[in-house]
């Protein structure tokens, strides 16, 4: 009892103590940021000015969220000027990077910014730190070309880095993402988290090496990609890097490489939304909740198998979208039993994820019938709106997958 009071009073007085002195620093900052907020709204009738951060401290949602006001900020009226601050230490320096050197970023938004909200009447002045939850459901990417730019110095340094490795310029490469619990549970702007609630969105490596190997096989650079992994992958085919494991693996690499991949295979962790943000072809695998799917994303999709513990009997897609949770323990408690995709189900949504690349796979009658009729019990579940809103052409659930479950899983 006395140790679990000792550890409530150190975390009770470091949080007074914070407190304390972001107060403090108001204070001071008061002098110039009140008659700076009245300006702000002064200006109003003629020129909006929005102060807002974009939050840093997860790839996803950094990469997204920015690429997302980039092109709303192509699209958005001239009388608006929208300022921003970064928390320090971000997830990514070299992203960070790209955001100050794109958008008007500086570290004395964030003062000004507090004191807008600490005064009545500043909502219209504020921007919020994440866009729809990061989610693009209203086909800003796609409908807006624009891209932030990488400098011309910063793809020839790339390139450079890949020859090294035997690539040529011209040769695919896609980037193999592939979650498991190593880089949460090290990173140290998550420390003290328990992300054990988000297992249920784990894959094993090892199951992705034939698909990764049939890649390899047919001229395609593979690049594991990661920041901190649980294991290496075990294949030594020359065409395979483990580049999670590589000692120049950097910040700016994790960037240009989803950036500009032929294809981004991913279970769905957040480096993804680099690919998607520069309109890349991605193949979600192993992905849950199914009912999130990216519609928005040329994005093709295969679920991990629900299967009822008690009976074995797999869930239907109406019973998938019933039980779309977000946490390992609610399949649990409902008695849902999660099985990864095996091997051999990678393969054939890899094979026909790149042939639809190539634009050599043919959807027979029944491949249609099956997309429109998965596409139809979406639409009608009551929470679509919240989650989907502009549909891309090409965002599906694998055609392999979708025959693999069989006619019950739509009715």
């Known amino acids: 009892m006395y140790k679990i009071i000792h550890k409530f009073r150190q975390k009770g007085w470091s949080g007074l103590r914070n407190k304390v002195l972001r107060s403090f620093l108001a204070l001071l900052n008061a002098s110039w940021c009140i008659p700076g907020v009245l300006l702000i709204r002064f200006l109003r009738p003629w020129y909006v000015i929005r102060l ?30 929208d300022l921003y601050w970064l928390d320090q230490p971000t997830c990514n320096d070299f992203w960070a990077k790209m955001v100050r050197r794109n958008f008007e970023v500086y570290p004395w938004v964030q003062p000004l910014s507090e004191w807008n909200q600490i ?4 909502s219209i002045h504020y921007r919020p730190s994440t866009t729809t939850d990061s989610l693009d459901i209203y086909g800003f990417l796609e409908r807006n070309k624009a891209k932030l730019p990488f400098l011309p110095e910063e793809d020839i340094k790339a ?53 990764a190997e049939w890649l390899a096989e047919r001229g395609v650079w593979v690049l594991r990609m990661g920041k901190i992994m649980a294991q290496p992958i075990p294949s030594d085919h020359p065409r395979i890097i483990d580049y999670a494991f590589l000692p120049d693996r950097s910040d700016f690499l994790d960037i240009w490489l989803f950036a500009n ?36 994303s040329n994005a093709m999709h295969l679920s991990k198998s629900l299967t009822w513990k008690s009976s074995g009997i797999s869930l239907t897609w109406r ?45 027979t009658e029944d491949d249609l019938r099956r997309n429109l009729q998965f596409w139809e019990i979406l639409k009608s579940h009551p929470d679509f709106h919240k989650y989907h809103g502009w549909i891309h052409p090409e965002a599906r659930a694998g055609a392999t997958w979708l025959r693999s479950m069989g006619d019950k899983f739509l009715a």
């Open 119 to 122: 005064l009545p009447g500043g």
């Open 159 to 211: 390139k450079d880095w890949l020859s090294k490795l035997g690539w040529r310029v011209g040769e695919p490469f896609i980037c193999l993402n592939v979650r498991d619990n190593a880089y949460l549970d090290a990173d140290p702007l998550l420390k003290g988290s328990n992300w054990s609630y988000h297992d249920y969105r784990n894959s094993n490596i090892e199951t992705y090496v034939p698909a």
């Open 52 to 81: 807002g951060t974009i939050r840093s401290d997860r790839i996803g949602h950094f990469t997204a969220d920015t690429c997302i006001r980039w092109a709303t900020l192509h699209q958005q009226a001239k009388e608006y000027l």
């Open 319 to 363: 019973e998938y979208l019933a039980h779309s949770y977000f946490h390992t323990n609610n399949y649990d408690h409902a008695d849902i039993e999660i099985i990864d995709l095996t091997p051999e189900e990678i393969l054939a949504a890899v094979q026909e994820r790149w042939q639809r690349i190539q634009g050599t796979w043919v959807d």
């Open 261 to 296: 991949c032929d294809l981004c295979i991913s279970t769905g962790s957040g480096p993804d939304t680099i690919s998607s943000s520069y309109r890349k072809p991605i193949l979600f695998l192993n992905f849950l909740p199914l009912s999130r799917l990216w519609s928005w």
